[in-house]
């Protein structure tokens, strides 16, 4: 039986998440797809899970500045609201304290299971930058 994810949604609502930790790959293996790769397949779980066992709606993760590419670009992350006019600075930021950590989230309602794409997950909003067609009928 698969979990409704029917959340009332709004900045002072506790919503159901799971966080990931640290998700790093060694420097010589960077840049080749292979921590997209190993997320992906975390999150192809963790989709899994809050269809199936566990009432999820978001999955979280504490990105440093320097990967905020890595999870916003290519994997399809968001960042907090209260976060839109520090990130603006972003570069500065990585040059100053690249360490500096900022909260991202990825809403699974809007994150699909598709087999016949490569990489088997799609994200609405890849999906609409992409021009492809969806519907929720």
């Known amino acids: 039986k698969e979990i409704k994810l029917e959340l009332d949604i709004s900045e002072n609502n506790e919503i159901p998440a799971i966080k990931i930790g640290r998700l790093a790959i060694d420097k010589k293996y960077s840049k080749k797809g292979l921590g997209s790769h190993i997320l992906r397949n975390i999150l192809l779980s963790i989709l899994n899970l809050s269809k199936t066992k566990v009432g999820l709606r978001f999955v979280t993760v504490d990105a440093y500045a320097t990967a905020l590419n890595f999870y916003v670009k290519k994997n399809n ?52 930058k992409f021009g492809y067609y969806y519907s929720f009928e």
């Open 77 to 128: 992350f968001s960042s907090r609201k209260s976060d839109t006019e520090t990130l603006k600075k972003i570069d500065k930021i990585k040059k100053q304290n690249p360490n500096r950590s900022f909260i991202l989230y990825l809403d699974l309602k809007d994150t699909f299971i598709v087999p016949s794409f490569r990489r088997n997950l799609a994200y609405v909003s890849s999906l609409d």
